[in-house]
C-alpha cells in the first residue's frame, strides 16, 4: 500500500521538476514591425533566413523572383513544391499568401559589418 506521504513528496518532486525545467525553455521574439514581415518570419524565415539570405532553403531576393508572377510565388507557398523541402502552407488564407508574397517582393537592406567580409 503506498504511503500517502511519499505520493505527495513524489507528485511535489514531479511538480517542482517540470517547474525547473520549463524554466529554461524559450519562446523566440520575432522582430517584425509589420504583419508582413511577422507572417514571413513566422513561417519562411527558418528556411529562408529572417533576411531573405536563404539557410537550408534558396535565397529569396527579388532578383531571384524577377521571373516568377506574385500568382506563381503565391501558388508554390500554398502547395509547396514537389521533390523539394518546400512544404504546403495550405493552412493560410490568401491575404496571408498574398502579404508574404508582398514581403519577399520588397526591396531589401542589407547592413554590412566589418567583420562580414
Not at 517584425?32 to 514581415?37: F, H, I, L, V
Not at 518570419?41 to 532578383?63: E, F, I, K, V
Not at 510565388?73 to 493560410?92: E, H
Amino acid at each position: 500500500m503506498p504511503v500517502h506521504g511519499k505520493s505527495l513528496f513524489v507528485t511535489a518532486g514531479g511538480i517542482l521538476f517540470i517547474v525547473i525545467c520549463t524554466s529554461f525553455i524559450t519562446v523566440p521574439v520575432l522582430n517584425a514591425s509589420t504583419k508582413d514581415e511577422l507572417l514571413y518570419q513566422a513561417y519562411c524565415s527558418s528556411c529562408h533566413h529572417p533576411q531573405r539570405m536563404g539557410t537550408t532553403a534558396s535565397a529569396l531576393l527579388p532578383a531571384l523572383l524577377k521571373n516568377l508572377s506574385d500568382k506563381d510565388l503565391a501558388d508554390i507557398i500554398k502547395n509547396g513544391l514537389p521533390a523539394t523541402q518546400m512544404p504546403s502552407f495550405d493552412y493560410l488564407n490568401d491575404e496571408e499568401i498574398n502579404m508574404i508574397v508582398a514581403f519577399i517582393r520588397k526591396p531589401m537592406s542589407v547592413e554590412w559589418k566589418e567583420d562580414d567580409t
